[in-house]
Nanobody, 126 residues
Framework: QVQLVESGGGLVQAGGSLRLSCAAS????????MGWFRQALGKDREFVAV????????YYADSVKGRFTIARDNAKNTVYLQMNSLKPEDTAVYYC???????????????????WGQGTQITVSS
């Protein structure tokens, strides 16, 4: 079992930066690929980024590539999402998720993740 709690959301102007954190509890965190997803109002939840359990591999959605960086600190059981050059279209509820399978595969689909946080709102004003 993995429990996830996101923090760091808020309101920011376009062009600004925010860093989200996702604190995990549960002994399988260090062996879980961790992902970030987001859901804008009235839209489906979409993939943002994923990081391997060791932190050596990452994968990003095209819409955030070059602006967002995913990282993790297994000693602190925390995964981060550094978001720079934010745009109004980045406004959404952001969720972190854990792949409990222990697979090395970096999934980009919701169905590939077993545990989810409650989400944190990011609002980017123009």
């Amino acid at each position: 079992q993995v429990q996830l709690v996101e923090s760091g959301g808020g309101l920011v102007q376009a062009g600004g930066s925010l860093r989200l954190s996702c604190a995990a509890s549960g002994r399988t965190f260090s062996k879980s690929a961790m992902g970030w997803f987001r859901q804008a109002l009235g839209k489906d939840r979409e993939f943002v980024a994923v990081i391997s359990w060791g932190g050596g591999s990452t994968y990003y959605a095209d819409s955030v590539k070059g602006r967002f960086t995913i990282a993790r600190d297994n000693a602190k059981n925390t995964v981060y999402l550094q978001m720079n050059s934010l745009k109004p279209e980045d406004t959404a509820v952001y969720y972190c998720a854990a792949d409990g399978s222990g697979s090395a595969y970096l999934g980009s689909h919701e169905s590939e993740y077993d545990y989810w946080g409650q989400g944190t709102q990011i609002t980017v004003s123009s």
